[in-house]
């Protein structure tokens, strides 16, 4: 029997929970399907899943196809929660994009699609809901060719659409084997000399599917069931078995963390070699950290089953792990793949409702910053605020359900703010010598600041003997150059630049006779910690910032008609179309807009194109702000843009 490690992508309501609950009733793990609408489906567990019918966190559930074990992983359909999706694509042996038959190729059908190609998982397709009114066969067909620039090949034909008789008649199409024969010259000779048997066109199906050159389509429905026992035929042919030697080194990967009863955190890894087993001691992602496995559940018909060892192509739960993070290798790394989708572009300040504790808050908030870390904390010790990165509005309904939920903590959220970048103008350089102009700490730093390529990141260098001064004093400074650059001049992130250590220096360990180290004269890791914020603000204010904000590349198609009501909008929008082209009636749009605006965006075009307008949009590049004040964030961090504000404030930390 082998293993299948396969995901279900869509966009939201297309149906893919409800497929879901077909597969595990066609499986014979459960009895009774269970319903979106009433809240008692298998996978969406969160409270606030089962409220408002959406799947918010992955969720995995095991059954059997004949000889194939099938580990199934829902994924979320909403845009705010891509970063989800991002961590489960990495684990997939392959995938089941749903699409509606009534809606067709949505927004987010697109970037997923894309994603999958570019990752090379194979993907089959099923076009669901062909029961409901106004489903469609040819017109959907033909948007998953054009719009999803996708080589289908359409596994069969749909009768008695719009209808709860709607069914789906199984067998290759005409066109099948003009998409197949595209891709394989034998086959496509076999094509014009009429030998083509029907176990020839099988394995061409077969082996352009794996490669991800094609991508099966089938018609359906969740609901009534119409079409399912053929995606599970395909599930079960077409796509690739798990693979891996459960014999070498142990390797996998942490997609999921949540906490236990006890408040213990379980990891959710898919392994991709080795054998991992209970009391193993085992290395975390890259930081050196380590842990000791107490427990393993594997996944095993609709449960999860207390196991001593999981092998490679497995996804299991694992206990004992009290450092793991979202995303660490486990054992030795594999070759790293970087994220997929865009990190976060909006920021907001949780506050707490009166009567809320501030530093349960802050402890909550943690927890969940642990299980999805590309949510971002920062926190005002000043004024006692955390602030909090998202992808979208509807995050915050879910972190507000969460923390009253799971904490019993009643919040509220301020005004949704971009986040933007700086980037250094020119270069810059300061200095501070020990001893000198009123430097209040034993060390000398230097420091040039220079431009960088954008996505290089920040580069640390020397131009100072690393044998001048002790490493750990080195190793101060550039810890304290990364973390300052967290916030720049206007309080932004710097993400990419180069700075240079340009001078070093440091008293050495000072002690009287008979009274041993003096901590008074001599430099500790605290004085490079301390100084080092204000030496680097200051080459930052000699070389100057500009303020870049972040920029979606849209995407919309709309009636022509609609284009004099919709122009003007987006240029109030500062939205800037880069083409536009005619389709008969319709026309399609694409540009960049700020992100700060993409949510105006959508709330208004359904009402300037008449329901009609559909938007894509997706995180694109940073680009200066526009001329004028320079949008500046609230700091958080001890102030060192003034000298005397920091050095106070540094005091008090230390005095606390």
């Known amino acids: 029997m082998h293993l299948l490690n396969l995901g279900i992508l869509a966009h939201v309501d297309a149906g893919k929970t409800s ?26 567990s969160l409270a606030l899943e089962r409220r408002r019918g959406i799947t918010i966190k992955s969720a995995v559930v095991s059954f059997a196809l004949d000889d194939v074990t099938v580990n199934l992983i829902d994924t979320p359909g909403h845009p705010d929660f891509i970063a989800e999706v991002e961590r489960v694509l990495g684990v997939l042996d392959g995938a089941v994009l749903v699409v509606s038959a009534v809606e067709g190729v949505q927004p987010q059908t697109r970037v997923l699609m894309r994603t999958l190609q570019r990752l090379r998982i194979p993907t089959l397709v ?11 066969y040819d017109a959907v067909l033909r948007a998953l060719s054009q719009r999803l620039t996708a080589a289908v090949v359409p596994m069969g034909t749909a009768e008695g659409l719009g209808t709860r008789a709607a069914r789906f008649v199984p067998g290759p199409t005409p066109s099948a084997l003009d998409v197949l024969a595209g891709h394989d010259d034998e086959l496509l000779a076999a094509y014009v000399e009429d030998t083509v048997s029907h176990s020839r066109l ?6 352009q599917t794996r490669q991800t050159l094609v991508h099966p389509v089938y018609f359906g429905s969740a609901i009534t069931g119409a079409g399912v026992d053929a995606l599970i035929g395909g599930i079960r042919e077409l796509l690739p078995a798990a693979d891996g030697d459960p014999e070498g080194p142990v390797s996998g990967t942490v997609f999921k963390v949540e906490r236990g009863p006890a408040g213990e955190k379980v990891a959710y890894a898919r392994m991709f070699s080795g054998t991992l087993r209970t009391r193993d001691r ?9 842990g000791r496995i107490t427990a393993i559940s594997v996944f095993d018909q609709g449960a999860d089953v207390r196991e001593g060892s999981v092998a490679a192509g497995r996804i299991a739960k694992l206990w004992g792990l009290a450092d793991v993070r979202i995303g660490d290798a486990i054992g030795e790394p594999r070759k790293a793949t970087g994220h997929h989708f865009a990190p976060p572009t909006l920021e907001t300040i949780v506050a707490p409702a009166d009567g809320t504790d501030r530093r349960a808050l802050h402890r909550a908030l943690t927890l969940l910053a642990e ?9 005002d010790e000043v004024r006692q605020e955390t602030f909090v990165s998202l992808y979208g509005e509807v995050q915050k ?16 959220f301020r005004e949704t703010t971009p986040l933007c970048v700086e980037r250094p103008v020119g270069p810059g350089a300061a200095v501070e010598f020990n001893g000198k102009d009123g430097n209040p700490f034993l060390a000398t730093v230097g420091l040039r600041v220079e431009p960088a390529p954008v996505g290089s990141g920040v580069e640390f260098r020397l131009e100072v003997e690393l044998g001048s001064m002790p490493y750990a004093f080195f190793k101060a400074v550039e810890d304290t150059v990364r973390e300052t650059l967290g916030q720049g001049l206007y309080g932004w992130r710097i993400p990419d630049c180069t700075v240079t ?92 807009v700020p992100a700060a605006h993409v949510h105006e965006l959508e709330q208004q075009l359904p009402g300037l194109t008449r329901g009609e307008g559909e938007l894509e949009s997706a995180f694109d590049h940073y680009a200066p702000a526009v001329r004028g004040a320079e949008p500046e964030r609230r700091r958080t961090d001890l102030n060192p843009l003034s000298r005397k504000e920091y050095l106070l404030n540094l005091t008090r930390r230390v005095g606390n």
Do not use: W
């Open 202 to 207: 099988h394995a061409a199906l077969v082996d």
């Open 126 to 136: 099923l076009v669901n809901k062909i029961d409901r009114r106004g489903a469609r």
């Open 371 to 379: 299980q999805d870390p590309l949510i971002d904390l920062r926190h």
């Open 501 to 592: 250590m340009t001078h070093s220096g440091y008293s050495p360990r000072q002690s009287h006779a008979h009274q041993g180290f003096d901590k008074s004269m001599s430099s500790t890791g605290y004085d490079f910690r301390g100084l080092t914020p204000l030496v680097l603000i200051e080459a930052l204010r000699r070389a100057g910032t500009r303020v870049h904000e972040p920029m979606h590349r849209f995407r919309i198609e709309t009636p022509s008609d609609t284009l004099a009501a919709l122009l003007p909008v987006l240029a109030r929008l500062r939205a800037v179309p880069r083409t536009t082209q005619t389709h008969g009636a319709s026309c399609s749009l694409e540009g960049s």
């Open 19 to 44: 497929l879901t609950e077909r597969l595990l009733h066609s499986a014979g793990v459960i009895d009774e399907i269970g319903s979106v609408d009433a809240g008692n489906t298998r996978t969406d």
């Open 282 to 290: 085992i290395r975390l992602g890259d930081t050196g950290a380590e």
């Open 397 to 412: 309904e879910v972190i507000q359900a969460t923390l009253a939920d799971d904490f019993g903590l009643d919040v509220t």
